[in-house]
């Protein structure tokens, strides 16, 4: 069962609802959002609780939700969210009508690089800046990450480019340090059910971008989103980036149907990564075009200054004229299916 309380609703109204809950012998997640906040209500006295809660004073709705999520789930909020990453006063929107590029190296490997390919990814129409400080790698032995020295040179690239700063998080115990230079954090595909680190990203108040399992189900993503908003952080942004099928051609299979049926199924934003789907540079401005024609809210995409000297995955990441076709994608194709730029 999910409560939504109505907007404005004073922090009185919700410890009422909240005790009341907790009374009947239920549990309650409460969760956040900018626009409402929604209490998830789990365990045996949820039914006991849902005939006393409707009415009470700020209670909007009570919903029975049958699904194991609930805070995420589209029947909490009718409407779609919208996640605002940044600064109070120029927030970047991440959700309907807007469409937003999320763009950098796929590592962090030195402020000149890192200040390249933000110049780049700025000028292909991006708004947030990613890069990886810690890379943990399916070989051994290669290059791993600048881990924190990587975080103060994406904090000094915000500085120079305005860009917000999106950044992978892999220990739990990392996630206080990573939320004090990055704007928003990112659970990467290998730990989208690595729960010490949901519940960790979850209690931390910034925005989380989490991507989906290379095996993992539409409903197993939802469920990690989940964990992640009760914990009390709904601002969640999902990430399709490629499951793994019977195809070894490219690095992974972008599902493209999980792009509107996430949003049938939940609330929360849903991005594309066609780079790390495709892991292939010639392949990913098609499968960009594609993700934003099936109504995705925005696009995750590897850019480097010098592809071909790059530490990591360089020949996935974008430069040259393939930026320039993904950038004339970015700009000429969402506003026709209504989205203007975030
Ligand atoms: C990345 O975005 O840097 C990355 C490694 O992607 P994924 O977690 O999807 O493999």
Known sequence: MVVVMSPGAPPEHLAAVVARIEQAGAKAFVSRGLDRTIVGVIGEGSRVAELTLAGMPGVATVLRVSEPYKLVNRQACTERSVVWVGSAGREVPVGPGTFTLIAGPCAV???????????????AGATLLRGGAYKPRTFPGVFQGLGKDALRILADVRDATGLYVVTEVIDPADVELV???????????????????????????????????????????????????QRGNCEIVLCERGIRTFETATSAT??????????????????VDPTHAAG???????????????????????????????????????????????????????????????
Do not use: C, F
């Not at 594609?290 to 790059?310: F, Q």
């Open 280 to 342: 292939r540079r010639d392949l990913i401005v098609p499968l960009a075009r594609a993700a934003i024609a099936a109504g995705a809210d925005g696009l995750l995409i590897d850019v480097h200054p010098d592809p071909e000297n790059a530490l990591v995955d360089g020949p996935q990441a974008l430069a040259g004229a393939e930026l320039r076709e993904l950038a004339s994608a970015v700009r000429q194709l969402p506003p026709v299916l209504g989205r203007r730029p975030a």
């Open 179 to 229: 939320a004090s230079y990055a704007d928003m954090l990112q659970v990467g595909a290998a730990n989208m059910q690595n729960y010490a680190l949901l519940d960790s990203v979850g209690r931390q108040g910034k925005p989380v971008l989490l991507k989906r399992g290379l095996q993992a189900s539409v409903d197993e993503w939802l469920m990690a989103a989940e964990y992640v908003a």
């Open 254 to 271: 972008l599902d493209l149907a999980s792009i509107p049926l996430v949003q049938r199924l939940s609330h929360l934003p849903v991005i």
């Open 109 to 123: 490997e030195s402020a000149a690089q890192t200040l390249g390919a933000a110049r780049l990814a700025a000028g």
